[in-house]
């Protein structure tokens, strides 16, 4: 900076030094005096190898800061996270309309236009973002006045990048997963609904479709961080809630684990068919139909299953009765107790169609 007095720069050297620093989280406001990054912040120097400058004239004054006087020279960077802070100088020649686009959006300009005084300030901060990577780019609108950076501000979890404006955009997915495509015939099995690609989403509603010629559901359950606050059946439909702020799914996150049992062989689906999600109170999103998963699910014999026309006649012959006339393996397969009805002989129906040692034709 060409007009700036060497008096006025050690002049606002000793104020650096003596201005306190404020420790509590989030308490500077834009325009305050920021020497040091506040509690819980940490600060990237204009240095940081991550910061692009492009432009004419880019230039270290002081040891404290990049600076340039040309129209669209301009300062960029990613980073990872919900905020940020810009750290730079009131100067009396400085540009009072430097463009801030966030992720390809324009947003409100900084001013760094005031008394000089060369004093590390918060100019400009930005909260609120969704928890994931943001680019951010600085534009100087005006030509002969002052684009300047002391640093960047980040929260601590944080991470500042090196600039790139095509972050590959990844769309919420509810996906339907099993351990095993493939289940024997009475077998219990688990489904688990994840919603996957998100951030800082903590309602969601959704409705599930499933083959209830091979599949009875017999339960379900959410995780300790979520509850379900609706179910509602034909169609199963489920509402579910984080419990609390630090409970919200980024990234991926298990909704739901639907219990199972293969009541019929061949394969079937299990098929969620509409999702919708909510952040913290102000978005709600649709899932796109390709983006809402289904899992097909494969029922097969029992390998060890030896049942055949013979143990029908036994079961109707007892029909009505108690099933402790019964011999031991149809007891281990219907149970110990209780009369014998309709389900006990289609339950063992599927089983002698299972058995391929049982060939209708000899």
Do not use: C
């Not at 950076?149 to 972050?167: C, H, R, T, V, Y």
């Not at 389900?343 to 049982?358: S, T």
């Amino acid at each position: 900076m060409g007009k700036k007095m060497l008096s006025a720069f050690l002049a606002g050297l000793m104020l650096f030094l003596m201005i306190p620093v404020t420790t509590v989280f989030g308490a500077a406001k834009v325009g305050e005096t920021l020497v040091k990054p506040e509690e819980g912040w940490t600060r990237y120097s204009y240095k940081s190898p991550q910061i692009t400058y492009s432009g004419k004239g880019w230039h270290e004054y002081g040891g404290i800061e990049f600076e340039t006087v040309a129209k669209d020279a301009a300062f960029k960077f990613n980073f990872t996270g919900t905020s940020f802070r810009i750290i730079s100088i009131n100067y009396s020649t400085a540009s009072d309309n430097i463009s801030v686009i966030i992720d390809g959006k324009e947003a409100k300009t900084l001013s760094l236009k005031g008394p000089s005084d060369y004093t590390h300030r918060l100019k400009y901060e930005v909260t609120g973002l969704s928890d994931k990577e943001h680019s951010v780019q600085f534009i100087n609108n005006k030509d002969n006045e002052y684009i300047i950076l002391q640093g960047i501000d980040l929260p601590a979890s944080a991470e500042l990048k090196p600039f790139n404006p095509d972050i590959p955009f990844t769309e919420p997915v509810l996906d339907v997963t099993s351990v095993s495509d493939r289940v024997y015939l009475n077998e219990e099995f688990t489904v688990q609904l994840a919603l996957n690609t998100v951030q800082n989403i903590y309602a969601e509603d959704f409705t599930i479709d499933y083959d209830k010629t091979r599949f009875q559901l017999v339960g379900f359950e959410t995780t300790d961080k979520m509850m379900i606050v609706h179910h509602s059946d034909d169609p199963l439909r489920f509402i579910t809630a984080s419990k609390g702020k630090a409970n919200g799914i980024n990234g991926d996150g298990v909704l739901l684990h639907l219990k199972f049992k293969a009541i019929g062989l061949g394969k079937g689906k299990v098929d969620a068919t509409k999702a919708k999600i909510a952040d913290n109170g102000k978005t709600e999103l649709t899932l796109a139909t390709e983006n809402v998963g289904e899992k097909t699910i494969e029922v097969i014999a029992n390998a060890n299953t030896d049942f055949s026309l013979k143990h029908l006649g036994q079961l109707a012959y007892y029909y009505e009765d108690d099933k402790s006339n019964l011999t031991t393996d149809l007891k281990d397969l219907l149970g110990q107790a209780g009369s014998i009805g309709d389900v006990d002989l289609n339950k063992l129906v599927q089983e002698i169609l299972a058995n391929p040692n049982y060939d209708f034709n000899k």
